[in-house]
């Protein structure tokens, strides 16, 4: 049995562009689908989040519009109120790499608001690449390569990377009203070598340890790879 860790993103809104709060956390999806997927294995899941805090459901990832329908709505909602380790989240300052197999970062618009700048999150992830184990990031969540930059320089600099691109933000209505837009930033502040592919579908991409996935729907195929890396 292997251990995964969650970091998941503890915001509960996106302070936007004209100053106002935008209501958000992760997007159900990416945490129910692997956390579903990799238990349903026999692996054990840890959540992790800056100071703690409970995580925030982005609460238009439960419309049934977002989530496949009402069935989807309800199986998403029911995986997350099973899932007992959200409830009890470490402190990303308190984790042990050392005690997981792999890491894994769910994505919501809350890593725009606080992983993208935590420092315990850019020590972590810059850890886990240099480990060599997985380290899987999907939709939003690669926001928080931005932290792990050291005078300006990462160690994802160069690598093939995926996010949730301005199109997709354009098409949930808020690529004009972000601060920033995280397909722009992660290239020209990191460097990454950025792909995509089309809109609102499943892509991934894997650059030796590293697995990112562009939106919600990618996010079960990140952990049908994890777990084909774990078994």
Known sequence: ????????????YWV?????????GYWAEEFAMPYKAITEAGHEVVVATPGGTTPNVDMMSLRPSM???EDGALELEAIIRSAEAMRRPLKLSDVRLEDY????????HGPMQDLAFDADA???????????KPLAIVCHAPAAILSTRIHGVSP????????????????VGLASRAPWLLEDDIQEKVGVDFSR???WEPYMVEDRNLITGQNP???AVLAERLLKILA
């Open 197 to 199: 592919g089309p809109i």
């Open 217 to 219: 729907h990618s996010a």
């Open 1 to 12: 049995m292997a251990k995964v860790l969650f970091i998941v993103s503890g915001a509960t």
């Open 16 to 24: 936007l562009k004209d100053g106002t709060r935008y209501a958000t």
């Open 101 to 108: 197999d792999a890491v894994y970062l769910p994505g919501g």
């Open 156 to 171: 994802f600099k160069g690598y093939r990377v995926t996010c949730f691109t301005n199109e997709e933000e354009d098409g």
């Open 67 to 69: 989530a496949g329908g």
């Open 122 to 132: 850019g020590r972590l992830l810059t850890a886990q690449l240099a480990s060599g």
